[in-house]
């Protein structure tokens, strides 16, 4: 890989050998060169307000390699786990939602700490609960700030979390990338030491980035990592994104330590689900489904094969269209 910023002397990633050099970013092909710009940019780039990034990775983060002889219990999670971004109006039939997944953009700070979230929400007093940090980066930058109090709240709700989803774009520096992947294993250890279970996530850009991830699950003893396949769309030249980041899941599931769970974040079509399932290679597999709530607050419903379509709830509730597309995505995973 070429190294093409010119810093590799000083730069810690290359010191800690958790870089192999730098692929090249959308930086480079905007003329851009250091100097009273660089605090407009929103790059996290080795230029980054001077010497910043590197007090940051020294100071704030401990170095880019990721945190040693920490020890995270994960949650033992379904093979299904609807998300909810907004409270029912409804009470959820019984059994039907043992887990859900909160949106950390919608379930704010102060309910939690106000440990009223169940009931703010209306689900069942017995209803397990995971916080989904898979949202906007502003979300996460809040998080990061406030921590500590989310950590705490998590602790006493006896919640379980999934580890912060930072952004690791495709024409971000690679130091981005690193400073990134740190920032969420940091916040991972720091809410398994504070007893939270802890589902990690493995962002990636680089072969290498999985294999990091792999490593510290297995010192770690996690019991769970998440792989997203949110960021695919048309937009995003989808067919090749997807590719990609299948092949980027099988090859973590390769790796893992046996009996590990993969959860799979955003998928949501039978063709997609049966793809993971066989990439899976076997390995127990949990899917964080967004879909089901979100088809049905805009009055639609899953197709009866499981994906988001546009079939109308005739008429049903919102929360009803809901429940029926948690059975449905159920179905899709236990075909008949």
Known sequence: MSLRCGNCRRCPARLEGVCSGCPGCARLF????????????GMVCPDWHGDGVWAHVRWNLGGLSFPRGVRIR?????????????????AAPEGLLPWVALHAGKAGLRTWEAGSVRERYRLAPGTRLILS???????????WRERPRWVAALAREGAAAFAPNFSVWED??????????????????????????????????????????????????????????????????GLDAWKEDLAGFRYLCGILPGGVRAVAV??????????????AGGRPVSFLDPSSFVTARRGGMLLREGRPGKESGRGMALDEAFFENVRRFRRMLNPP
């Open 74 to 90: 994960s949650p033992e999670l379904p093979p299904h786990v609807p998300m909810v971004s907004g409270p029912l109006r409804l």
């Open 30 to 41: 905007r003329a851009c060169r250091p100097g009273p710009d660089c605090r407009r940019c």
């Open 172 to 237: 971000a520096p690679r130091v981005e990338h690193l400073v990134s992947m740190k920032m969420s294993a940091l916040c991972a250890a720091e809410l398994a030491a504070a007893g939270v279970p802890v589902v990690l996530d493995a962002s990636w850009r680089e072969k290498e980035d999985l294999d990091r991830w792999a490593e510290f699950a297995a010192e770690a003893g996690a019991g769970a990592v998440a792989f997203s396949f949110q960021n695919l769309g048309a937009e995003l030249k």
């Open 266 to 279: 955003g998928a949501a079509s039978p063709p997609k689900v049966r793809e993971i399932l066989a990439a």
């Open 133 to 143: 940090f898979f949202v906007r980066d502003s979300t996460l930058r809040r998080f």
